[in-house]
């Protein structure tokens, strides 16, 4: 009789042959209620930045403004990632690297550090692990070869959590931490609840942020924020998304774009305001040809942080999984009197 460990290894023989084919996405059954999937994507970006904002293999919420404008070229492809999801009855787990864990080297082997985007366990209407905050709506984030497009108007988080969904509401508790204060006394969880409408016409989320905030002089403040966020279909396959977040969101919403605590040059700590929203349209000119023209811009009170950005693009469908696109934006420190124009052609393929 074959044995249950060797049943599994010539089910899973098969895979890599079908990865050497660079086939579109694996399923491989175990048994009734044991599956293994196999995801991800490989992408290939090459980008060239000019301006005084220095140069980001993506734009983020900040930037550096340089003494004089600079001009630099890249090839990369550490957005490429990988992922695996088991499922067994009700249970199911997955997890998900990329590779944006730094260290490359571009003398000699480019050998950038994978690292966890995603790993979590869910179980019926309950998830537990890391993987996007319940005040994210993915949904929301439009096509672009920059990648997320505008991030300084996006709610762009992942971290540890527990969720439970309930129909068409969930509600989470997350890891806290204050970023600019005491984060050695961060012991309240970060709370969420979000309501989500879905139909015929697209989908929109509604978000509601709660946290208890410690400062750097011992004191504790109460933060709460909202957000809107969704994408709606309009005529033909063409949509419409976006997203609008205000209130103490800090670390949640921009991708760095500001602290939860500021503090002034009088020594004075104060929980930041931020208001941030992003738009993006994107048209079908046949049914494999699109392009995506975007805007996204945050402004924060007390810090006078300000930035925004602009794109449009254009992507085609070689075939089902490869996709090639070319990209032109602006990316500006609003605050800093500072911008930078960008380039970026892209090679997708999805496995």
Same mark, same amino acid.
């Given at each position: 009789?074959?044995?249950n460990?060797?049943k599994?290894?010539?089910?899973? +023989?098969p895979?890599?042959?079908a ?7 694996y399923?491989?059954k175990? +048994? ?5 999937? %196999? ?18 293999? %993506?734009?983020?919420?900040?930037g ?53 985007r995603?790993? %979590? ?11 996007w ?12 070869a ?28 997350? @890891? ?7 984060t050695a ?21 509604? +978000? ?5 905030? @410690?400062? @750097?002089s ?38 760095? %774009?500001?602290?939860d605590i500021?503090t002034d ?7 930041e ?20 023209v ?22 085609? @469908? ?15 420190q ?5 911008d930078s ?11």
């Amino acid at each position: 009789m074959v044995s249950n460990k060797f049943k599994k290894l010539l089910l899973a +023989s098969p895979l890599l042959v079908a990865a050497s084919a660079a086939n579109a996405g694996y399923d491989i059954k175990i +048994s009734d209620e044991d599956k293994i999937s %196999f995801g991800g994507y490989i992408k290939v970006d090459a980008r060239y930045v000019d301006g005084n904002v220095g140069y980001k293999p %993506f734009w983020i919420g900040s930037g550096t403004k340089l003494a004089e404008d600079a001009s630099q070229f890249n090839i990369f492809a550490n957005e490429t990632r990988f992922n695996m999801k088991y499922t067994h009855g009700e249970v199911m787990g997955f997890i998900e690297m990329d590779f944006w864990g730094g260290e490359g080297n571009q003398i000699v082997s480019n050998s950038a550090h994978p690292r966890i985007r995603h790993a %979590f366990i869910k179980y019926k209407d309950v998830l537990a692990g890391q993987t996007w905050s319940t005040f994210m709506n993915t949904s929301a984030i439009p096509e672009s070869a920059d990648f997320a497009g505008a991030t300084q108007g996006l709610v762009f988080i992942r971290q540890g959590q527990v969720r439970y969904t309930m129909g068409d509401f969930q509600f989470s508790l997350e @890891n806290p931490e204050t970023w600019g204060g005491d984060t050695a006394n961060d012991s309240v969880p970060d709370v969420v609840a979000r309501y989500n409408l879905k139909g015929d016409w697209g989908s929109v989320s509604f +978000s509601a942020l709660g946290r208890q905030l @410690n400062t @750097n002089s011992g004191e504790s403040e109460t933060a709460i924020g909202g957000s809107i966020a969704g994408r709606i279909k309009t005529i033909g396959k063409d949509d419409f998304r976006f997203q609008f977040h205000q209130g103490e969101v800090g670390r949640y919403v921009g991708v760095g %774009f500001t602290k939860d605590i500021n503090t002034d040059t009088a020594g004075v700590e104060k929980v930041e305001d931020t208001t941030a929203y992003l738009a993006a349209y994107r048209h079908y000119w046949t049914e494999t040809l699109r392009s995506t023209v975007l805007y996204g811009s945050a402004e924060a009170d007390y810090s006078g942080a300000e930035s925004s950005q602009w794109s449009v693009n254009l992507f085609e @469908n070689l075939t089902k999984q490869l996709a090639v696109g070319v990209e032109v934006g602006q990316y500006r420190q609003d605050n800093l009197d500072a911008d930078s124009n960008y380039a970026q052609v892209t090679m997708k393929y999805v496995l």
